[in-house]
């Protein structure tokens, strides 16, 4: 099975808020793209992803992105993440109704191939499928085989609610590349340690990152 990921990103001004006690403003929204081109470049580069597809609003991020390989679309509905996750798995699912669709984090910059192939062959076991975030309380890869709706629910507590949703959590250890997402110092400093790619290493060089 090839899948289709769908990558949401806000516009950058506004995405990683938290940081910025961290990183500061002034360099959060270069800092955000890069986890973002990180991310992008590791999933196209996965044997079982066939394509990527970014959710944004962003002109700076489409084109970058754009620039790696994905496919951007438009958040047409404007209506906070899960609205713009589905929306992206309806624009892949309007030309190919039969594709398997995962929703992916875009703030994964460790992420590693060989780890999110394990992941998303595990998933095509089921009709849908998530894994959790480092922290166990969210979810950074949602999976939705074919002829099943993606039906997000990310946010607080997601891990909880894409569980009462009937997504199966999937029960995987060394994929912590593929759980690292990053919203604070604390985890921007776990995914250096486990080695982020160029972009991301690029954009925090020389960065003092606060304990």
């Known amino acids: 099975m090839h899948w289709t990921l769908v990558i949401p990103l806000k516009p950058l001004a506004r995405a990683k808020s938290r940081l910025a006690p961290a990183a500061g403003d002034a360099l959060r929204p270069a800092l955000a793209l890069a986890f973002a081109e990180d991310t992008v470049a590791a999933a196209l580069a996965c044997a079982a992803v066939r394509d990527v597809v970014v959710v944004t609003d962003d002109a700076r991020a489409r084109r970058g992105l754009a620039a790696l390989g994905a496919r951007g679309v438009p958040d047409t509905p404007g209506a906070g993440l899960n609205a713009a996750l589905a929306h992206g798995a309806a624009a892949v699912r309007a030309g190919r109704p039969d594709a398997s669709v995962a929703a992916l984090n875009a703030d994964l910059p460790a992420l590693r191939p060989g780890e999110l192939a394990r992941a998303l062959e595990s998933a095509a076991a089921f009709p849908r499928a998530f894994l959790p975030d480092a922290a166990g309380i969210g979810t950074t890869l949602l999976c939705a085989s074919p002829g099943t709706e993606l039906r997000p629910r990310f946010g607080r507590d997601s891990r909880a609610r894409h569980a009462a949703s009937g997504a199966v959590e999937l029960p995987l250890t060394g994929v912590d590349s593929v759980r690292q997402d990053v ?24 960065l003092l990152i606060p304990d």
Do not use: I, M, S
């Open 183 to 206: 919203d604070t110092g604390d985890d921007l400093r776990a995914a250096l340690a486990l080695g982020v790619g160029p972009h991301t290493a690029a954009a925090a060089a020389g």
